[in-house]
């Protein structure tokens, strides 16, 4: 029996959490493939079977911390199982032992549907799919709540898939149906209302690893650091017409899509290099230069917002930039940063106009001392050569640490983004 044990995954890390087990108890697995996703303080990470074997025991469950080293779950070696003889005839079929059949490759099971899953105590098993390639979707969950509650004698809602009881005894009636016969009534989800108190359902899940500590970076700048904003506006009609020139011979060369984050990153890296103070950082009563550019870039990951870090960006080409950007997106949306991928940083870009933002003020994320709020993309009247024109106007926002960034240096810098941007040819001439 082999013990699978939290992994160092970083000298600063000492806790992880539980993340989504992706093999049940009983489940051969190929040595190599992972068994579960552990949540840090920076990335997801996953463990991986040590060799062939069996999943015999979990010992923490989804959402529960462990320190490294802490022993999460037990794990036999062994060679896979033959498979199964072809099925006779239903009249010839001879009752099998339990056990002796191999057990099936689990359904891929979207988060969503995991959690209300975990929520109501069932198994992706109990749950026909509908989702492609045979996921099980949150919708097929929610169905199978319904039809099972309906039989029942409850009121479900779908589209939560909170269960309002209606008699009594409805809390026994559902336990007996969703959960196994060993639990009790008092096991029933949270979610499962008493008669009268319909709407006012809560629930309660510890914070996760990563959002611990954004929430407590995020706190940190806001004491440590005296934070000014400023704002400019861009006109990005010619930026916009460098990327629909180009677009298709830049995709059919390099094979990913030219965006804008390329152009402001290259901008950016152009301003920092004017103006070193906003690459700078504070350590202790001494102030750090960097004669580099590490500009980080801030992703909507499956757990939160993270910002991987583009590296020498001075060095790196357009198609460079728009690559790694999407490989980084990718992973972050599947859970499999790597810590590495986090550390670091001399500057931040974050474009929440991807989600609507018209206008906001970010948050410096510590020791750097800048960070750039790229918004939405609007068409405005606006005064040009004598006369009002409508153009495509973005607002930009630098956030700095006031301690070592004068006014002056931001709102200059500010405006360098903003020359480069409407003047993308400044990005290839050095001017």
């Known amino acids: 029996m082999t013990d699978i044990i939290v992994p160092s995954v970083g000298e600063s890390v000492s806790e992880v959490q539980i993340g989504q087990w992706l093999k049940k108890e009983g489940d051969w697995v190929a040595a190599g493939t992972d068994l579960v996703d552990l949540e840090t303080e920076k ?14 025991k979990i010992l923490k469950q989804r959402e529960e911390f462990a320190s490294v080293g802490d022993v999460i779950a037990t794990f036999q070696p062994a060679a896979k199982p033959a498979a199964a003889p072809a099925v006779a005839p239903a009249a010839e079929v001879a009752p099998s032992s339990a056990g002796t059949t191999p057990a099936s490759e689990p359904a891929r099971v979207m988060p969503a549907a995991q959690r209300m899953l975990d929520d ?5 098993s109990q749950v026909a799919p509908t989702g492609p390639g045979g996921r099980v979707l949150k919708e097929d969950v929610a169905r199978f709540v319904s039809q099972t509650a309906a039989a029942a004698g409850t009121i479900v809602s779908g589209a939560s898939g909170t269960v309002a009881a209606v008699a009594a005894n409805v809390s026994k009636a559902v336990t007996s149906v969703v959960a196994p016969a060993a639990k009790t009534a008092t096991s029933v989800p949270s979610q499962v209302l008493q008669q009268g108190t319909a709407n006012r359902a809560e629930e309660v899940k510890p914070m996760s690893m990563i959002r611990r500590t954004i929430a407590s970076r995020l706190v940190q700048a806001q004491h440590n650091a005296a934070l000014l904003t400023t704002f400019n506006e861009v006109d990005m009609q010619p ?19 030219l965006g804008f984050m390329s152009f402001f990153a290259k901008a950016a890296c ?13 350590r202790g009563n001494d102030v750090v230069y960097r004669h580099y550019c590490d500009i980080g870039i801030a992703i909507g990951g499956g757990k939160g917002l993270v910002v991987p870090v583009l590296r020498n960006v001075e060095k790196m080409s357009f198609a460079e930039i728009e690559r790694t950007i999407g490989e980084y ?5 599947a859970n499999k940063l790597l810590p590495s991928d986090l550390e670091g940083g001399t500057f931040t870009i974050s474009n929440g106009g991807i989600y609507g933002s018209l206008l906001s003020t970010p948050i410096v994320n510590p ?18 050569n004598g006369q009002v024109v409508i153009r495509p106007m973005m607002y930009l926002a630098l956030t700095y640490d006031h301690r070592i960034i004068d006014g002056r240096e931001a709102v200059t810098f500010l405006k360098t983004i903003k020359e480069v941007i409407e003047d993308p040819a400044r990005l290839f001439l050095e001017i």
Not at 46 to 52: N, R, T, V, Y
Not at 239 to 257: C, I, P, T
Not at 270 to 282: D, F, G, Q, W
């Open 43 to 56: 990335a997801s990470v996953q463990i991986s079977a040590p060799e062939d074997g069996v999943l015999v």
């Open 329 to 333: 997106a990718a992973r972050a949306s």
């Open 367 to 384: 020791p750097q001392s800048g960070i750039l709020g790229l918004h939405s993309i609007q068409e405005r009247p606006i005064a040009l």
């Open 270 to 282: 152009e301003a920092l290099k004017r103006y070193p103070s906003v690459n700078a950082e504070i």
């Open 120 to 124: 109501n105590q069932l198994v992706a």
């Open 239 to 257: 930026v916009m017409n460098l990327r629909n020139k180009y677009k298709d011979q830049f995709a059919e060369k390099h094979g990913v899509k």
